[in-house]
């Protein structure tokens, strides 16, 4: 791996959707810098620079307040690139940590001291080398007070991971609803298996995002649209919404930012939504204490 990849938008435009006051981008990353932060050896892709005046610029051109930054597989488990992200936020940022489950409780802290608030655990075979189940229960059954799991995983894989998720004590996310085929339509096989995961447990959220990953038909991505939209009128307590910026591995089909943000009304179409899904719900999730 030589090249480094830009996955986003030279120029995205201003959405014409403004959010409320308060709105949450709460799925996104930052890359480096390289200089500072280095990848991990065992990094899966080698991106350009993304790091946090380029997020913090995106935030406030699209309208948000806040962000939470999940830390992406090319810095494996050294948490240093999305920690500097937050702290130089001025309090407008939390995060997602991905650790070693051998992490120590001092460790941990550090971490929610730095503003980290939950962990990912990422099943994608082509973005890590191996997902321990048996270790990731057992971190999990250590974490900081009010902290939560992420879970990273594609739709062909949920019912094996039912078992797994069933033994993690404390709340759930689940990373673009599981990955769901959205031209199923929104009562199709994936749809209807992901509405029976959230129906097994009241604290498994999910985040309505990623059109440009889930939906072939492209932008502006009518059948994430149809799919998406009952399952956030349905559950409009346990939605979250981001924009995945800086949109790992998406080189080959970058979205537009600002029509990322401009989906929101067609999934969240009224302002009592719109407040859950971009204020409430992950203010609830991430600003707790
Ligand atoms: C995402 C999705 C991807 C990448 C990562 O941590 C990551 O590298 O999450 C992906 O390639 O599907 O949510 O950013």
Known sequence: MTNRIVSWHPNPSKPAYAPPAGAVDAHCHVF?????????????YLP??????MLFALRDKLGFEKNVIVQASCHGTNNAATLNAIAQSNGKARGVAVVDPAISEDELQRLHQGGIRGIRFNFLKRLVDDAPKDKFIDVARRLPSGWH????????????????????????V?????????????????????????????????KATCPDRLDPTGDPWNAFAEAVRP???????????????PHPNMQDNVPDDGHLVDMIPRIAPSEELQQKLLVANPNRLYWND
């Open 32 to 44: 480096g810098p390289q200089a500072d932060f280095p990848f991990s050896p065992k990094a899966k």
């Open 48 to 53: 350009e620079d993304a790091g946090p005046d």
């Open 149 to 172: 799991v992420v879970i990273y995983f594609e739709a062909d894989i949920l019912e094996e991971l039912r078992p797994f998720m069933d033994a993690i004590p404390v709340p759930l």
């Open 174 to 206: 689940i990373d673009h609803m599981g990955r769901p085929d959205v031209t199923q339509g929104p009562d199709g096989p994936d749809m209807r298996a992901f509405r029976n995961l959230l129906e097994s447990r009241a604290d498994i959220h999910f």
């Open 231 to 245: 399952l956030v009128e349905d559950y409009p307590d346990r939605c979250l919404w981001g924009t995945d910026w």
